[in-house]
Each structure stands twice: as C-alpha cells, then as structure tokens.
C-alpha cells in the first residue's frame, strides 16, 4: 500500500526537435507518444508502464510536475485525506488528464514544486518481454538507460529567516507519503540544519531528494545505468554527441552512486547514475554527512563540489 | 601566436571575421572564432569572467547586457532569465549569443551563493 515509485518527470524544454533527439540518442529513450499540443512522451526500454518522461514545449527550462505511482487505487484516497490534513490543498485530475494515465492526486511539496500522484498507466511492458526475456534488448541507443530512477529539487532554504524547506519536504515524504529517509547532510551549530535530504519508497538509496538552494528549481532527472562499465560508455555518447558534461565521471559518498552530471539541450541537468548503492530498509539507519565532509558526500573523490554543481539549476 | 591570426579576414563578405570581445567590469578581452557564442569563444580559450553553467540557455548564469557592437541570438534564451523588454534593451545569454562586430559586454549574471554552495563551494565566496 502507498507509494512504489517514481511515475515520470514533465519538464520544459526550448527547442523540441533537438530535445527528442538528446532524450532518444543520448539516453536511449523512445518516444511513444505525441499529444496534440505537441507534448512528447518517451520510455525507457526496461520500464514496463508506456512512458516516464514528458517533454513540454515552452520559452523556458525546468520542471513542470513529478509523478509517483501509487500501489491501488484506494491509496489516492487514503494518500488526498492524509495531505489535506496535514494542511495541504489538494486536486483529484479527472482519468486521461494525461494520456493513458487515470486520476492523479495533484499537490505542492512544501518547497512549492507541483507532486502527482497516480495508480493507473497503460502497461506496455519491457523491450525483452515478460517470458523467458534475454537481459538486454537488441538495438539500444546511447547510454541505453534502463529507467528513470529519481530526481533532486532544489528547495528554498534560508536559515535567517527560519527557511528550511529541505527539512519540511523531508518531513512531509516521510509522515505523509510513507517514505523514508536514507541519507542527509547537515550544517550549523550541533548539525541542526539539514540542508540535503535522501529518501526511498523501493528498496534503492533514493527516489527523490531535496537540497537546499535560494529559490525552487530542478537540480537533475536521473536515469539508472547498471555498472560503472555503463558510465563510462555513457560519457563517450556525450562526447560523441557534444553534449555538455557538468560533472565527469565520478561516484558520490551519498548513496554510493556512479554518476555523471550533465545537460540537455535547454540547459536542464541530467544525470547517469550506477549501482543500486545498498538495501534500503526501513530500519536502516539514516546516513549523517556533517559540515566538514559534504564535499565528499557530493563527489567522493574529488572531495568539493563544483561551483556549477552545487548553483547551476532550471 | 593566436589562431585567430591565421584566419584571412578579406575571405568574404558573408563570412563573419572573429570579433573581439571585451568584459566591462575585468577589462578582460578574447577573441571569438567567427560563429562561436562569446561563451564558447571565452571556454575554449580557458578564459574568465562570464559564469559558467548549462551552456544551454536554459540555467541564466551567463547573463550579460551587450553595451557596444552587435551579437546574432543563436538558440532559445530562457524567458524566466530575461525577459522580452530586457532582451529589447540588448540583455541576453552568453552561451546564445554569437559576436557579429567586436563586442563590450557587462556581466549581469552571477553564480547565486546558495546556502550548500557557501558551506560546500570550493573557493572563496565572490562579492
Ligand atoms: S550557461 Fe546556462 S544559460 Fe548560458
Ligand atoms: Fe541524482
């Protein structure tokens, strides 16, 4: 019961054709699905609902809505009475809001970034079949992306004025939507102000995470590669395609990830991240990263994190 | 000796010749290849002074206002980083902006000192 996973992300973009073409080249997407204001929808090739990304035409980049699935169709009842309660307001979108999804429960973090939630979606399922599937299907494109795996928001947090939307986001995943927190970072005098929040619904280090940044914005989709092997193949197809890499390879201290960090056409940030890091486990305890070694947590090699990194957003 | 010299710049009228660009508030001066946007231009010199991020268009941190000479705007321009009026008053993206004459530019944008980056930010924070 509850929440399962990250549904898809929707995000703007500037120039549409070039936009396809990063998302179906670069990360081995295909597209399944035009709608007639010209939204573009694409899948990954191990994700068995119809799609996970949708590209929205606009004069702008950033994130319009994250969609999670949800396990029944109760749960969007059960999941609209706990939010209202909590003091939230909240929308039921009529079936086919969006194209081969029903109802979805529309609501704002407490950072302001819009949340869906949603139980059905046409299921089309993987590139290799459910009976006797080979492991990988033939034809791939790019880094080949298993899935869409989780995104980072940036939430507005200013510790003078007693901001810290980090910490409420953390708080309303966890005691309202049942997720749970694997890792955090923290600053200010005896740790008090958590500044990066890591949370899971599956068994992966993260679905979601928050850091704390002067306004709302998206910080980076993620799309799930299996090894470092994969990474590094990764890179060549952004080099081959003059992509703009952000961050190298490298792997983070959080989560234990393998990561590069990179941009799409409208300077929206992306991620290739490896590994499934850990078994999250309710009862697992939740990860520290203290002032002196958020560097590391960030880049565990490097040990700092890049300027870009830590101020560049959509 | 520059490249750039090499580069005949009687080669034809519809050839932009390299521009030279210069930053308002370092002084700094570089040239950009004909066709490349002052922030490639400024990149592949290993060059300083317009912030870095996307390269895209999309993140604003590359904000300039073109004080003197004229650029060709070459892709999409985030509407929520400049506006149509700003846009109107010669405001603009580096990353998306390509010199057509030699160039003045003032550097509007800024690497934003958010809160993780003044903990985590690996040089001094910048006024
Ligand atoms: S570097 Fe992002 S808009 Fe120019
Ligand atoms: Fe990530």
């Known amino acids: 019961m509850g929440v399962m996973r990250i549904g898809h992300a929707s995000i703007k973009v500037m120039d549409m054709a070039v936009a396809v073409k990063h998302y179906e080249n670069v990360i081995g997407m295909k597209v399944v699905h035009t709608d007639p204001n010209g939204n573009v929808y694409l899948k990954c090739w191990d994700e068995w609902d119809k799609y996970s990304l949708i590209l929205s035409p606009s004069d702008r980049a950033g994130l319009n809505h994250v969609a999670y699935k949800v396990e029944h169709d109760a749960d969007l009842d059960v999941l609209q009475q706990r939010i209202e309660t909590y003091g939230s307001k909240t929308e039921m979108l009529p079936v086919a809001t969006l194209p081969f999804v029903g109802r979805m429960l529309k609501f704002n973090l407490p950072s302001g970034h819009e949340m869906r939630l949603f139980q059905q979606k046409e299921v089309v399922g993987t590139d290799v079949g459910s009976t006797n599937p080979d492991p990988w299907p033939d034809g791939l494109k790019g880094a080949g992306a ?55 619904c599956t068994t992966k280090p993260h679905d ?105 957003y959509t | 000796m520059s490249p750039s010299a090499h580069v005949p710049r009687s080669m034809s009228a519809r050839t932009v010749s390299p521009c030279s660009v210069t930053l308002r508030q370092t002084g700094e001066t570089y040239v950009c290849a004909a066709g490349e ?88 924070a910048a006024g």
């Open chain 1, 146 to 200: 298993h899935w869409l795996d989780h995104c980072l928001l940036m939430c507005p947090l200013d510790p003078e004025k007693g901001i810290n939307t980090v910490a409420d986001n953390c708080k309303f995943m966890k005691e309202v939507l049942g997720f749970h927190l694997s890792e955090q970072a923290v600053v200010g005098p005896g740790g008090s102000i958590q500044i990066a929040a890591f949370l899971f």
């Open chain 1, 208 to 312: 979601i995470a928050f850091v704390g940044a002067p306004t709302m914005g998206l910080h980076h989709v993620s799309f799930f590669l299996d090894s470092w092997a994969d990474i590094l193949k990764a890179g060549d197809v952004m080099a081959k395609n003059r992509v703009k890499i952000d961050v190298a390879p490298t792997r983070h201290g959080i989560t234990r990830g393998e990561t590069i960090y990179f941009f799409d056409p409208s300077g929206n940030r992306n991620e290739t991240f490896a590994g499934l890091g850990y078994l999250a486990q309710p009862d697992r305890p939740v990860t520290t990263w203290t002032e002196d070694s958020i560097g590391r947590g960030i880049f565990y090699h490097h040990g700092e994190a890049t300027e870009s990194f830590t101020t560049v």
């Open chain 2, 37 to 124: 946007t002052l922030l490639q231009g400024m990149l592949k010199l290993g060059r300083r002074g317009i912030p870095v991020g996307c390269v895209n268009g999309g993140c604003g941190v590359c904000k300039v206002k073109v004080m003197r000479g004229r650029c060709l705007k070459v892709g999409a321009v985030s509407r929520q980083h400049v506006t149509a009026e700003e846009e109107a008053r010669g405001v603009t993206l580096a990353c998306r902006a390509a010199p057509q004459t030699d160039v003045e530019v003032e550097v509007i944008g800024k690497m934003q000192r958010g809160f993780v980056n003044l903990i985590v930010g690996s040089g001094p």
